[in-house]
């Protein structure tokens, strides 16, 4: 409410609504709601995702920057110089005639698609474009001095005469990443995302990132070592496999849920992020250590971390705790069909849904072949086929086929029942309804 207001009281005010999706299901299922709470932008008429933070502060900046033209003008030379000055992440830079026609168009929906990732500039001005002595209609993408080496171009460019919004996000995609880039957790503000590296597989190489100016040398000095590994992947580099260094206090969280102790000594750590399982590297850092590990992560020889809560020897309420460590045994057990809940200890729904749960759980206790579970997802890693969008999640793992289904009805006893006897040969009695 208080981000509402304070939205409703800009000069060119922003609405914050909201909507009961129990009470209008046929919206709900228009724009495909699974999970509550979930938040959709809506502008000009078409709905994405919210991607920014929870808090009242944080919607209030993320609902204000989206109100901002996704493409900014430089108006000369000097102005663009300072700005790419200052850059710490990438630019892109169109360098038009005029700033008019489809080349305009393409890259105003370019930039409107890629706001969240990086920060398209135009300019029109010809001193401009003659310091990077490039034709007009042409898109520059400008790494940051930091990323500037021998083995690494810092700059990429493209005609964008006759091009598309999708051409043009190709190319930036396609060229965004340094050979050794910097994954930020936080917004920077001429790029806002450009570095969260979503890809994968993903290197991270964590330690004590500085860029200041007493502190740069030490953080190139390790970057270097990285780039010496990723140069020998060069043919793969930013295409199946990416690398980047990341500061370990700005992820201190992320290290804590691969197992690494805030008090551990080592000054460098290393983890591997696959399409769906994360990889620890216990040796101490050097060069031939991470080539090594890099290449058993390629060969399929590492081990996953699974970060997991401590197993449980009791049911909770009659459910079947399910943990990181024993989800495949229990979950994924073909013999038996497995209703689960995700869910998160936070979440309200989820705790209006616990005697309910349990309830069911306690009802359906001696049929065969059956498990009533849940697991904590903010504790424990599951695959990635199980991830929710929202909590919670309730799915059905079918015996025998390991198929999953969705659970979407009412939150109550009856309807899970019926759920379960429409989708399995559970042998439940007559009288659980």
């Known amino acids: 409410e208080r981000a509402a207001r304070e939205l409703a009281a800009l000069p060119q005010p922003i609405v914050l609504a909201k909507?009961?999706?129990?009470?209008?299901q046929a919206i709900a299922q228009r724009f495909t709601i699974q999970g509550y709470p979930t938040l959709k932008v809506f502008r000009n008429g078409a709905d994405s995702e919210y991607k920014g933070g929870r808090e009242s502060h944080e919607i209030v900046q993320e609902m204000t920057d989206l109100s901002k033209p996704a493409i900014e003008r430089i108006e000369d030379a000097v102005a663009l110089h300072m700005r790419t000055k200052k850059a710490t992440?990438?630019?892109?830079?169109?360098f038009v005639d005029e700033w008019t026609g489809p080349e305009r168009i393409a890259l105003e929906l370019a930039a409107e698609d890629l706001r969240k990732e990086i920060k398209i500039l135009f300019t029109t001005h010809v001193g401009a474009r003659q310091q990077y002595a490039v034709p007009a209609n042409t898109l520059v993408l400008l790494?940051?001095?930091?990323?500037h080496s021998r083995d690494e171009l810092p700059r990429a460019s493209t005609s964008i005469t006759g091009a598309t919004a999708d051409t043009i996000v190709s190319f930036i995609n396609n060229n965004k990443y340094p050979l050794v880039g910097l994954r930020t957790a936080t917004a920077e503000s001429e790029s806002p995302a450009a570095h969260?590296?979503?890809e994968r597989p993903l290197v991270v190489v964590y330690f004590d990132v500085q860029y200041s100016a007493d502190l740069q040398a030490e953080t190139n000095f390790w970057r270097e070592q990285v780039l010496r590994v990723a140069k020998g992947y060069r043919n793969r580099a930013n295409k199946d496999l990416f690398f980047a260094i990341a500061d370990e206090t700005e992820f201190r969280q992320e290290l804590t849920d691969l197992g690494v102790s805030a008090t551990d000594d080592q000054e460098?750590?290393?983890?591997i992020f696959g399409k769906e399982d994360r990889y620890v590297m216990s040796e101490s850092f050097d060069r031939d250590a991470l080539d090594d590990f890099v290449e058993d992560f390629l060969k399929g020889k590492l081990k996953p971390y699974i970060k997991s809560q401590k197993a449980p020897k009791k049911t909770e309420g009659?459910?079947?705790?399910?943990v990181g460590s024993t989800f495949q045994k229990?979950?994924?057990d073909k013999k038996k069909d497995v209703l689960l809940e995700i869910y998160a200890p936070w979440c309200g729904h989820c705790k209006a849904l616990a005697p309910k749960y349990s309830q069911l759980a306690k009802k359906l206790k001696g049929v065969p072949d059956l498990v009533i579970a849940k697991?904590?997802?903010t504790a424990n890693d599951i695959p990635v086929a199980f991830r929710p969008k929202g909590y919670p999640s309730i799915v059905l793992v079918t015996k025998g086929s390991n198929e999953i289904i969705t659970y979407e009805g009412e939150r109550d006893v009856t309807p899970l029942v019926e759920f379960l006897r429409k989708h399995t040969v559970a042998a439940i009695p007559k009288d659980e309804l």
């Open 196 to 198: 969260r590296y979503d």
């Open 143 to 147: 790494q940051p001095a930091r990323f």
């Open 318 to 322: 009659g459910v079947t705790v399910v």
């Open 375 to 377: 697991v904590d997802a």
């Open 19 to 24: 909507l009961d999706a129990t009470a209008h």
């Open 330 to 332: 229990i979950v994924l």
């Open 268 to 271: 460098v750590h290393v983890a």
């Open 89 to 94: 992440s990438l630019l892109a830079v169109a």
